[in-house]
């Protein structure tokens, strides 16, 4: 029961995410976790999972993305397919909710709740200033972080710089008090719409780990994304806040600025820090 305007809705190119084979089934998607969809250490990125129950939701739905929150439960390898099951919650003149289930053989690897929202555009505002950084070519490039024998991953769709701090080993001993900033675009288009900023979004570990001085990692147990302004950007700004820590479990806001100031959307994330598979390259 897609809805044709769903049609108008932007696709993230990079998911290649297609209608389910089941032809009965009109909310069913399917996933193909390439590599070039998961981390270096062989499972599914957080931000393609979340990025591909935006666009399974808003498929059916006929409705641009407002907000989303994704539980991870499992961990897709390449090559896996996982399902995405949308079921509408609730429906009304302006607003749609939806559930996002995504399996592999039948087992659960992830649960999203989404809303949408349909009202009429155009009165987008940050309460707040767009923090004081250098131009994404006058910040030196997001050093590799990991040393894995993987030979793709989602670090090959993205550009990262340094805006402001110290990440990853760099930070190993030297907790960061100041301000934490990376610009990020991607290859194959811009970011504005609710996936490409949910996949960029899955930020928050590295900003934690960087608040504590250890060495980066970490395992996201969940992620909000809350959609603000969809209009796109080359670069965007991911303005990091490590908010808190406690039983390993450290939470994090990120916001995403457009190169002109706009304020983009908001990412809420929880993680496990968990750093012993992670090996500093040579």
């Not at 961990?75 to 399902?83: E, Q």
């Not at 155009?122 to 006058?138: H, I, K, L, N, T």
């Not at 194959?188 to 960087?210: H, K, L, M």
Request: aromatic share 6%; glycine share 10%; proline share 6%.
């Amino acid at each position: 029961m897609t809805d044709h305007a769903a049609e108008l809705l932007p696709r993230f190119n990079l998911l290649q995410l297609s209608e389910s084979s089941d032809e009965a089934d009109d909310r069913s998607f399917e996933l193909v976790a390439r590599p070039t969809l998961c981390t270096p250490f062989g499972f599914l990125y957080g931000g393609s999972g979340i990025a591909a129950s935006v666009e399974a939701s808003e498929r059916v739905t006929g409705r641009p993305l407002q907000w989303v929150t994704t539980q991870y439960v499992g961990s897709p390898k390449p090559g896996d397919v996982v399902r995405f099951d949308v079921s509408v919650s609730a429906s009304g003149r302006s607003t749609t909710q939806t559930q996002v289930r995504g399996s592999v053989g039948g087992e659960v690897v992830l649960m999203s709740l989404c809303a949408h929202n349909t009202r009429e555009a155009g009165d987008e505002r940050a309460f707040g200033p767009m923090p004081s950084v250098p131009p994404p070519g006058d910040c030196p490039p997001f050093a590799e972080i990991f040393a894995t024998g993987a030979s793709d991953s989602f670090f090959d769709n993205i550009d990262r710089t340094v805006a402001a701090g110290t990440f990853a080993h760099d930070a190993i001993g030297e907790p960061q008090t100041g301000g934490l900033a990376l610009w990020t675009r991607l290859h194959d288009q811009q970011i504005g719409s609710a996936a490409t900023q949910g996949f960029v979004a899955d930020i928050g570990p590295v900003g934690i780990c960087a608040a504590l001085g250890v060495s980066p990692g970490g395992t996201s147990l969940d992620n909000t994304v809350r959609v603000v302004d969809e209009r796109p950007s080359e670069w965007v700004l991911l303005d990091l806040t490590a908010d808190g820590f406690h039983r390993s479990v450290g939470h994090s806001t990120a916001r995403l600025w457009s190169e002109d100031g706009r304020l983009l959307g908001i990412a809420q994330q929880s993680a496990i820090v968990r750093t012993s598979h992670h090996v500093a390259p040579s």
